[in-house]
Nanobody, 120 residues
Framework: VQLQASGGGLVQAGDSLRISCGAS????????MGWFRQAPGKEREFVAA????????YYADSVKGRFTISRDGYKNTVDLQMNSLKTEDTAVYYC??????????????WGQGTQVTVSS
């Protein structure tokens, strides 16, 4: 599976932004698709995940209520709608696929990342 993230950009605090991840190859029903982010000087952190078959969603506490993950089974895409953005949301956002373990386990496929910058 190859993953391609897109849609990042520069926005102001309080704005919204939607980033998308396109997948080429088969995504199986048991897989989880996730979004992670890495800010400068910080470790990569989990943002959100969705189980492909059930559409069950998982969020980090820091984004709960502001971000929404969704998937389109026909287009093989996973989107992250980000509302009420804060400067601390600034990071490179990566999409990933987990074929074996749960939503918080090890992800084995990764996209190249898209930069999201939130200015004050």
């Amino acid at each position: 599976v190859q993953l391609q993230a897109s849609g990042g950009g520069l926005v102001q605090a309080g704005d919204s932004l939607r980033i998308s991840c396109g997948a080429s190859g088969d995504i199986f029903s048991s897989w989880h698709m996730g979004w992670f982010r890495q800010a400068p000087g910080k470790e990569r952190e989990f943002v959100a995940a969705i189980r492909w078959r059930s559409n069950k969603k998982y969020y980090a506490d820091s984004v709960k209520g502001r971000f929404t993950i969704s998937r389109d089974g026909y287009k093989n895409t996973v989107d992250l709608q980000m509302n009420s953005l804060k400067t601390e949301d600034t990071a490179v956002y990566y999409c990933a696929a987990n074929s074996i373990s749960g939503p918080f386990g090890d992800y084995d496929y990764w996209g190249q990342g898209t930069q999201v910058t939130v200015s004050s």
